[in-house]
């Protein structure tokens, strides 16, 4: 989890930056570098450079990895389970990507009652039914 900013003298970058940068690289710690007490640049992780920056910094990402990345950092996604992702390396195995493809356009015609993101909204407020019947 990301801690926050380090400032550190030039002088001690300079002595240790291999550290440094793996530091950076594992933790997303930004580090400052000082000079004479007064910050004068920073380390940042290149996935931090790649969303602040506005020109492109290695390969651009797409939509789908930044919707991941933001849900990750909102603690809203986590990684599937060993058994989930074999069971979806099963499935992929059995199928072919034409199949898929058929199977997917036909869950996509499905009209869900409530729509599945009131399922979510309403999974959000949900509350035991005893504290339900009592802010009724």
């Not at 570098?33 to 920056?53: C, E, F, K, P």
């Amino acid at each position: 989890m990301r801690t926050s900013l380090k400032r550190i003298p030039a002088t001690e970058v300079k002595t240790h930056f291999g550290r440094i940068v793996r530091d950076v690289a594992t933790n997303g710690t930004p580090v400052v570098i000082q000079t004479r007490g007064q910050d004068q640049a920073a380390i940042v992780s290149l996935h931090d450079l790649q969303r602040l920056s506005s020109s492109e910094v290695g390969p651009p990402m797409q939509e789908r990895e930044r919707v991941q990345a933001a849900l990750r950092a909102a603690g809203l996604l986590s990684e599937p389970a060993p058994e989930m992702r074999r069971r979806a390396e099963d499935y992929d195995s059995q199928h072919t990507p034409e199949g898929q493809e058929q199977v997917l356009s036909q869950l996509r015609g499905l009209h869900l009652e409530p729509s599945l993101s009131d399922i979510i909204l309403q999974g959000r407020n949900w509350r035991p039914t005893s504290e339900r019947i009592r802010k009724q």
